[in-house]
C-alpha cells in the first residue's frame, strides 16, 4: 500500500510538471542536454532548421536572426502546457521584453490534433495572439532529444539553443534566464 502511494505521488508530480510523451528512440543524430540544461554542441544551432506556419508557408528561425528566442514546445493534449498558454499570452504582450516568442506544436505526432483540427481549436482559445509554427516531421524532438511536454528551448540571438528546459516555467523564470544572457 505504501508503494502504491509513493508511486502514486511520483506520477502526479511528473503530470503537474509536464507531461511525458512516448520517444522510445534515441536518433543519432539527436543530442542529449546535460544534466543542467546544457545543450551539447553537434546541434546548437538552429540556422537552416525549417518549420511551417499555420498557413502552411515555410517558417525559418533564420527569420529571427539578432534577437534572442524563446521556444515553447507544447501541445493541445497536455494540461500543463494549456494552462500555462494564458500566462504565455501576457508575456507576448510585453513588447520591451528585449526576445522574440515562437511555440512550437507537432501536428500528426504524439497525439497532437492534425494541422487542420489545430487551427480550428486554436482559433477558439483565448490567447490566440501567441505565435505558432508547426513541427510536422518532428525536427525539434529528433534534433534536441525531447521526451516532455512543455519543453523550453533558449537561443541566443546567433541562433544558437544554449538550453533546453523539460517542464513549465513561469514568466518570471523566463524573464531572468534572458537577464543572465544579457549580462554575458
Known sequence: MK???????????????GCIFGNSESPANSVQA??????????????GVVLQTM???????AELKGKPIYIKVWATWCPTCVRGMPKLEELVAEK?????????????????????????????????????????EGKLIHRYNLHAMPTS??????????????GQLSNEAINEWFQKLESK
Open 3 to 17: 508503494r502504491l502511494a509513493i508511486v502514486s505521488m511520483l506520477g502526479l508530480s511528473l503530470f503537474m510538471s
Open 55 to 61: 498557413d502552411g508557408k515555410p517558417f525559418s528561425f
Open 153 to 166: 528551448i533558449f537561443v541566443n540571438k546567433d541562433l544558437k539553443v544554449l538550453r533546453v528546459v523539460p
Open 96 to 136: 520591451d521584453r528585449g526576445y522574440q516568442i515562437v511555440t512550437v506544436v507537432l501536428p500528426g505526432i504524439f497525439k497532437e490534433k492534425s494541422p487542420e483540427a489545430f487551427r480550428q481549436w486554436y482559433s477558439m482559445q483565448p490567447y490566440n495572439e501567441v505565435p505558432v509554427v508547426f513541427d510536422t
Open 34 to 47: 546535460s544534466s543542467d540544461g546544457e545543450v551539447h554542441e553537434t546541434y546548437r544551432s538552429l540556422d
